[in-house]
Protein backbone atom coordinates (compact mmCIF):
# COMPACT_ATOMS: atom_id res chain seq x y z
CA UNK A 1 0.00 0.00 0.00
CA UNK A 2 1.11 3.56 -0.77
CA UNK A 3 1.81 5.73 2.26
CA UNK A 4 1.28 9.46 1.81
CA UNK A 5 3.65 11.22 4.06
CA UNK A 6 2.55 15.67 4.44
CA UNK A 7 4.45 18.29 5.29
CA UNK A 8 4.55 20.21 8.06
CA UNK A 9 2.22 19.19 10.64
CA UNK A 10 1.04 23.05 11.18
CA UNK A 11 1.57 25.83 9.07
CA UNK A 12 1.65 29.39 10.74
CA UNK A 13 1.13 31.51 8.26
CA UNK A 14 -0.37 35.90 8.02
CA UNK A 15 -2.93 36.57 6.26
CA UNK A 16 -2.14 37.83 2.87
CA UNK A 17 0.97 35.62 2.79
CA UNK A 18 1.80 32.86 0.58
CA UNK A 19 1.61 28.86 2.06
CA UNK A 20 3.22 26.27 0.12
CA UNK A 21 2.28 22.72 1.27
CA UNK A 22 4.14 19.56 0.77
CA UNK A 23 3.12 15.70 0.05
CA UNK A 24 4.86 13.07 -0.75
CA UNK A 25 4.37 9.40 -1.23
CA UNK A 26 5.97 6.47 -1.11
CA UNK A 27 5.80 5.53 -4.89
CA UNK A 28 5.04 6.87 -7.78
CA UNK A 29 1.62 7.37 -8.38
CA UNK A 30 2.03 9.43 -11.37
CA UNK A 31 -0.63 12.97 -11.54
CA UNK A 32 -3.15 11.26 -9.79
CA UNK A 33 -3.59 13.57 -6.45
CA UNK A 34 -6.06 15.70 -5.07
CA UNK A 35 -5.55 17.81 -2.41
CA UNK A 36 -9.10 18.65 0.05
CA UNK A 37 -9.97 21.15 2.25
CA UNK A 38 -11.43 21.00 5.33
CA UNK A 39 -12.95 23.55 7.72
CA UNK A 40 -13.62 22.49 11.48
CA UNK A 41 -17.14 20.60 11.44
CA UNK A 42 -17.23 20.66 7.92
CA UNK A 43 -16.85 18.21 4.84
CA UNK A 44 -13.71 18.05 2.77
CA UNK A 45 -13.86 19.79 0.25
CA UNK A 46 -12.15 18.74 -3.60
CA UNK A 47 -9.68 21.07 -4.42
CA UNK A 48 -7.46 20.03 -6.95
CA UNK A 49 -7.18 16.93 -9.20
CA UNK A 50 -4.64 15.46 -11.08
CA UNK A 51 -1.93 16.92 -8.96
CA UNK A 52 -2.74 20.73 -10.96
CA UNK A 53 -6.12 20.85 -12.16
CA UNK A 54 -8.54 23.04 -9.81
CA UNK A 55 -12.02 21.74 -9.32
CA UNK A 56 -15.44 23.53 -9.91
CA UNK A 57 -15.62 26.62 -8.33
CA UNK A 58 -12.00 26.57 -6.62
CA UNK A 59 -10.39 30.23 -6.88
CA UNK A 60 -7.42 30.33 -8.90
CA UNK A 61 -4.77 31.37 -5.38
CA UNK A 62 -4.53 27.76 -4.91
CA UNK A 63 -2.86 25.74 -7.43
CA UNK A 64 -1.00 22.27 -7.20
CA UNK A 65 2.35 21.06 -8.95
CA UNK A 66 4.14 17.81 -8.59
CA UNK A 67 4.51 14.33 -10.43
CA UNK A 68 5.63 10.80 -9.22
CA UNK A 69 6.29 11.22 -5.52
CA UNK A 70 6.66 14.83 -4.66
CA UNK A 71 3.28 17.07 -4.74
CA UNK A 72 2.90 20.57 -3.59
CA UNK A 73 -0.01 22.90 -2.78
CA UNK A 74 0.32 26.75 -3.10
CA UNK A 75 -1.64 28.90 -1.79
CA UNK A 76 -1.03 32.44 -3.42
CA UNK A 77 -2.43 34.54 -0.64
CA UNK A 78 -3.98 33.66 2.12
CA UNK A 79 -7.69 35.10 3.31
CA UNK A 80 -9.25 34.21 5.91
CA UNK A 81 -11.39 31.56 4.90
CA UNK A 82 -8.25 29.50 4.18
CA UNK A 83 -7.41 28.62 7.37
CA UNK A 84 -8.29 24.89 7.43
CA UNK A 85 -6.42 21.14 7.38
CA UNK A 86 -5.50 20.16 3.89
CA UNK A 87 -5.19 15.97 2.79
CA UNK A 88 -3.36 15.05 -0.09
CA UNK A 89 -4.48 11.64 -1.58
CA UNK A 90 -3.36 9.13 -4.52
CA UNK A 91 -5.67 7.50 -6.44
CA UNK A 92 -2.75 5.91 -8.91
CA UNK A 93 -3.12 2.84 -6.95
CA UNK A 94 -5.62 0.69 -4.89
CA UNK A 95 -6.59 1.34 -2.14
CA UNK A 96 -7.20 5.04 -1.99
CA UNK A 97 -5.00 7.08 0.66
CA UNK A 98 -4.85 9.85 2.37
CA UNK A 99 -1.86 12.13 3.55
CA UNK A 100 -2.67 12.86 7.51
CA UNK A 101 -3.12 16.62 6.91
CA UNK A 102 -1.53 20.36 7.43
CA UNK A 103 -3.14 22.30 9.54
CA UNK A 104 -2.83 26.10 8.26
CA UNK A 105 -3.49 28.23 11.02
CA UNK A 106 -3.45 32.29 11.43
CA UNK A 107 -0.38 33.30 12.64
CA UNK B 1 -27.16 21.01 -6.39
CA UNK B 2 -25.59 17.54 -5.70
CA UNK B 3 -26.50 16.64 -1.99
CA UNK B 4 -25.20 13.67 -0.06
CA UNK B 5 -26.65 12.91 3.46
CA UNK B 6 -25.72 10.25 5.83
CA UNK B 7 -27.59 9.00 8.47
CA UNK B 8 -27.48 6.07 11.18
CA UNK B 9 -25.12 6.87 13.02
CA UNK B 10 -25.25 5.99 17.14
CA UNK B 11 -24.05 4.92 19.95
CA UNK B 12 -23.01 0.75 20.64
CA UNK B 13 -21.82 -1.62 21.87
CA UNK B 14 -18.53 -3.23 20.98
CA UNK B 15 -19.62 -6.13 18.92
CA UNK B 16 -22.80 -4.56 18.01
CA UNK B 17 -23.71 -3.77 14.34
CA UNK B 18 -25.26 -0.97 12.95
CA UNK B 19 -26.25 -0.08 9.57
CA UNK B 20 -25.19 3.80 8.21
CA UNK B 21 -27.16 4.91 5.15
CA UNK B 22 -26.72 8.08 2.40
CA UNK B 23 -29.11 9.54 0.05
CA UNK B 24 -28.50 11.61 -3.28
CA UNK B 25 -30.17 14.19 -4.78
CA UNK B 26 -28.95 16.50 -7.54
CA UNK B 27 -27.15 13.84 -9.43
CA UNK B 28 -27.32 10.90 -11.78
CA UNK B 29 -26.80 8.47 -8.96
CA UNK B 30 -26.79 4.80 -10.80
CA UNK B 31 -23.83 6.31 -12.96
CA UNK B 32 -21.84 6.98 -10.25
CA UNK B 33 -19.13 4.39 -7.78
CA UNK B 34 -19.45 5.43 -4.18
CA UNK B 35 -17.94 5.41 -0.92
CA UNK B 36 -17.09 5.64 2.47
CA UNK B 37 -14.44 7.18 4.07
CA UNK B 38 -14.21 7.84 7.92
CA UNK B 39 -12.64 10.46 10.15
CA UNK B 40 -11.67 9.10 13.58
CA UNK B 41 -12.24 12.05 16.60
CA UNK B 42 -9.05 14.61 15.75
CA UNK B 43 -7.39 12.46 13.47
CA UNK B 44 -7.06 11.98 9.56
CA UNK B 45 -9.53 10.86 6.39
CA UNK B 46 -9.46 7.05 6.28
CA UNK B 47 -10.94 5.54 2.72
CA UNK B 48 -13.65 2.65 4.53
CA UNK B 49 -15.36 1.31 0.93
CA UNK B 50 -16.13 1.72 -2.33
CA UNK B 51 -18.94 0.33 -4.53
CA UNK B 52 -19.14 0.51 -8.53
CA UNK B 53 -22.25 2.23 -10.35
CA UNK B 54 -23.20 -1.58 -11.33
CA UNK B 55 -22.76 -3.20 -8.04
CA UNK B 56 -20.07 -5.35 -9.70
CA UNK B 57 -16.92 -4.14 -7.94
CA UNK B 58 -16.65 -3.86 -4.50
CA UNK B 59 -13.47 -2.84 -2.26
CA UNK B 60 -12.82 -2.66 1.45
CA UNK B 61 -9.83 -1.13 3.17
CA UNK B 62 -8.01 -4.27 5.10
CA UNK B 63 -9.31 -2.72 8.51
CA UNK B 64 -13.31 -3.59 8.18
CA UNK B 65 -13.18 -6.26 5.35
CA UNK B 66 -15.05 -9.47 6.70
CA UNK B 67 -17.03 -7.13 9.14
CA UNK B 68 -18.61 -4.28 6.98
CA UNK B 69 -20.63 -4.73 4.20
CA UNK B 70 -21.09 -1.88 0.89
CA UNK B 71 -24.47 -2.12 -0.66
CA UNK B 72 -26.46 0.24 -2.70
CA UNK B 73 -30.21 1.00 -4.22
CA UNK B 74 -30.04 2.86 -7.14
CA UNK B 75 -34.19 2.72 -7.39
CA UNK B 76 -33.78 4.96 -4.17
CA UNK B 77 -30.66 6.80 -4.52
CA UNK B 78 -29.07 4.98 -1.37
CA UNK B 79 -25.53 3.98 -0.43
CA UNK B 80 -25.34 1.72 2.77
CA UNK B 81 -22.99 0.21 5.11
CA UNK B 82 -23.38 -2.75 7.26
CA UNK B 83 -21.15 -2.50 9.93
CA UNK B 84 -21.10 -6.23 12.40
CA UNK B 85 -18.40 -6.70 14.89
CA UNK B 86 -17.85 -3.28 15.85
CA UNK B 87 -14.80 -2.24 17.81
CA UNK B 88 -14.05 0.93 19.36
CA UNK B 89 -11.25 1.64 16.74
CA UNK B 90 -14.28 1.78 14.42
CA UNK B 91 -15.65 4.85 16.55
CA UNK B 92 -15.79 7.35 14.04
CA UNK B 93 -17.54 10.25 11.49
CA UNK B 94 -18.21 8.68 8.10
CA UNK B 95 -18.70 10.42 5.24
CA UNK B 96 -20.08 8.94 1.90
CA UNK B 97 -18.76 10.42 -1.47
CA UNK B 98 -19.13 10.29 -4.43
CA UNK B 99 -16.18 9.01 -7.28
CA UNK B 100 -16.28 11.87 -9.62
CA UNK B 101 -15.03 10.58 -12.70
CA UNK B 102 -14.56 7.09 -11.70
CA UNK B 103 -10.83 7.28 -11.01
CA UNK B 104 -10.48 7.11 -7.33
CA UNK B 105 -10.69 11.09 -6.23
CA UNK B 106 -14.07 12.03 -4.04
CA UNK B 107 -16.39 14.97 -4.64
CA UNK B 108 -18.57 16.59 -3.14
CA UNK B 109 -18.84 14.39 0.66
CA UNK B 110 -21.83 14.30 2.73
CA UNK B 111 -21.27 16.16 6.35
CA UNK B 112 -21.19 12.64 7.66
CA UNK B 113 -23.14 10.43 10.83
CA UNK B 114 -21.32 9.78 13.77
CA UNK B 115 -20.64 5.86 14.90
CA UNK B 116 -19.79 5.76 18.92
CA UNK B 117 -18.31 2.23 20.07
CA UNK B 118 -18.12 2.02 23.76
CA UNK B 119 -19.45 0.33 26.07
Same mark, same amino acid.
Given at each position: ?14 ? &???? *? +???? /?? $?S????L??? =? @? ?28 ? &???? *? +???? /?? $? ?8 ? =? @? ?17 | ?25 G ?5 Y ?26 Y ?35 F ?24
Open positions: EIVMTQSPATLSVSP &GERA *T +LSCR /SS $QVSSNAWY =Q @QKPGQAPRLLIYGASTRATGIPASFSGSGS &GTEF *T +LTIS /SL $QSEDFAVYYC =Q @QYNNWPPAFGQGTKVEIK | EVMLVESGGGLVKPGGSLRLSCVASLSFSTSMNWVRQAPGKGLEWVSSISSSRRYIYADSVKGRFTISRDNAKNSLYLQMDGLSVEDTALYCARDLTGSGYFDPWGQGTLVTVSS
